[in-house]
């Protein structure tokens, strides 16, 4: 299991990134959240299997039809199992 903060920067807000997350992280069975940032970036926590987060990690990299990725910083962390759905955080 693994947990990977992402902070995803473009044209990645006011194009349904979240929820677009949301529908991802919860088709590759992950738990975590997403949210906008006061910076124009979103940020993400994805906690759930190493290979669905790689596969959720290539959908961020992409991002809905209207989005333009232009960057994904990562940051692994230590596994908590905190979490029991994926939920987009305002």
Known sequence: MKRIRVYISGRVQG????AE????????????WVRNMSDGRVEALFEGKD????????WCRVG???????????EEETYSGEFNTFSIRY
């Open 51 to 58: 290979q669905n987060i790689d596969k959720m990690l290539e």
């Open 64 to 74: 809905p039809p209207a989005a333009r990725v232009k960057d994904v910083l990562m």
């Open 15 to 18: 194009v349904f990134f979240r």
């Open 21 to 32: 997350t949301q529908r991802a992280a919860n088709g590759f069975r992950l738990t975590g």
